[in-house]
């Protein structure tokens, strides 16, 4: 199977603190890490591959540091890796992502699967995938939580949907675009072989005449979606009270001020 696997590299949200401006840290920020969701199609993505042979490529727009988010992917098991950067990509909205990740898909070659994750814990539009499905005119499936099975010969699909109130099994022809969730299975560590071979892999940087985009279909010139300001919600007030007493006393005293205030 030829399967092609979206990541993003983001902020580590473990940095926010209120004090720190949000576009700010998107932007510039400290350390950058592979977008949580995207290890789990790297996973789906990499255990397709172990089922049914074939290569998985592993994809990110980003500037220039995002190769380690590619490095991550090779790392854990991934057979290649491309990098889209170029000045005249950012400030693009999804749109304008989605219309330069699949001027790169086509440049890769033929597919059978675009995994995505859910969402990026940045931008976190959830639109990526879907119009990285529209623009490749092929379907797209979200929130998989399972593969059923996946025929690579017969170019069908299987898969379960994740719902707020229960779960869909659905069947997709191929070539097709999926987006998972977490529950799809437990994204493995980098081996240590699978490091070695990352630090060596020479990844190949796409810019926009590498892709045949001009600068007026991506970035800002080619966006309809603008982000003037990012903030972080206001910090919570309150407060905290010790309660004293022995712990049976403490616990008696907890227990009645939750019953007066109606929580137990
Ligand atoms: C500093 C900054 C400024 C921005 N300004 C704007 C703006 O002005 N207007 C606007 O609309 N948006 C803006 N964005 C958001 C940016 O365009 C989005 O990050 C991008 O459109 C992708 O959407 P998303 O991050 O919400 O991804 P989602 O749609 O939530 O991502 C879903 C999945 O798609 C894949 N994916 C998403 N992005 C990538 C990628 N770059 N490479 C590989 N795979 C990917 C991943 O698998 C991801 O899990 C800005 C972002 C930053 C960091």
Redesign the pocket.
Known sequence: MNII???????DTAQLSSTVDG?KL???GGARIV?P??EY?LEAGIQLKEAHGGKVTV????KPD?VEALKRGIAMGADEAVL?SDPAL?????????RA?VAAIKKIGPFDLI??????????????????AALLDVPQLSYIAALKAVDPVAQTITAVRLMENGRETISSKLPAVI?VVKEINEPRYPSFMGIRKAAKAAIPTWGLADLGLSADQVG?AG??????Q?SLPPTREGGAEIISGSPAEAAKTLADRLAAEKVI
């Open positions: 696997t979206l990541i993003k590299q983001v902020p576009l998107m932007n510039e977008n969701w995207d199609c994809l990110s727009l980003g995002a889209i950012e400030g693009s909205d999804s749109l304008a992502t989605a990740l995994l995505a994750g859910r969402s990026a814990i940045d931008g976190n539009m959830t639109a990526t995938a879907v119009q990285v987006s800002q966006s309809n979606v603008s982000w003037p990012v």
